[in-house]
């Protein structure tokens, strides 16, 4: 089956720090990659949607200079939160979108990250 | 403004009895719709995937239905264990490449022996 794969898995961090999320899809191939947080008991949020060899597309409100995306193969995506602060402590999980099967999306485990 | 609304946030039934989740939307119009299990601390895990132009999906214990004339679906587990106790997402996708799901809040469902 399709699986999706985040590094790290939990991370904490001092403020100011920049952190780097791998999202990788191991056995398809993704032209889409999407990035949501995640606050405890609340839905997943969409922060951006990340299309290989292109820029991303931020939602509004999701500041594009502080959460960079890269998205620079068909199997990888990275999302570094830059000078993160304790308010940008939240789950973040990965989805990616197999190229050959338009509608179901897969998600990668999560990356809890605390800022202190 | 689009919005997705999961019947309740926690629903608990006893073993072995259907478990029956709602997911309804407003102001959407949605080429599929999907449901995830979701545990703590885990990503989303994909589960069925119902078209627009279907009314009924089946896989295992798990049954899904989609009515658009409603705006509504209902997620069934039916011989429920208590291993199916987990949050049950709801999402609509619009089916164009690229295009990201809307996630509803979910449903924790809890099922005791």
């Known amino acids: 089956g399709a699986v999706v794969s985040q590094h790290p898995s939990r991370v904490i961090c001092k403020s100011g720090t920049s952190v780097k999320i791998e999202c990788r899809s191991l056995d398809f191939q993704a032209t889409t990659m999407f990035w949501y947080r995640q606050f405890p008991k609340k839905s997943l949020m969409l922060m951006a949607t990340s299309n290989e060899g292109s820029k991303a597309t931020y939602e509004q409100g999701v500041e594009k200079d502080k959460f960079l995306i890269n998205h620079a193969s068909l199997t990888l995506s990275t999302l570094t939160v830059t000078s993160a602060h304790p308010e940008d402590s939240s789950f973040y999980i990965c989805?990616?979108?197999?190229?050959?099967?338009?509608?179901?999306?897969?998600f990668g485990p999560g990356t809890r990250l605390t800022v202190t | 403004s689009q919005k997705i609304e999961q019947n309740s946030e926690a629903l608990n039934i006893q073993e072995g009895k259907t478990a029956t989740l709602t997911c309804n939307y407003t102001n959407y119009s949605p080429a599929y719709l999907q449901w995830y299990r979701q545990d703590p601390g885990r990503g989303p895990v994909f589960l069925l995937l119902i078209r627009e132009n279907e009314k009924e999906k089946r896989k295992e214990r798990l049954k899904v239905t989609f009515d658009t004339t409603l705006k509504q679906s209902l997620f069934h587990i039916t011989a429920s264990q208590p291993a199916d106790s987990a949050t049950y997402l709801c999402?609509?996708?619009?089916?164009?490449?690229?295009?990201?799901?809307?996630f509803g809040k979910g449903t924790t469902l809890s099922v005791s022996s």
């Open positions: 989805s990616a979108r197999d190229r050959d099967l338009a509608s179901e999306q897969y």
């Open positions: 999402a609509l996708g619009r089916g164009q490449a690229g295009t990201a799901l809307i």
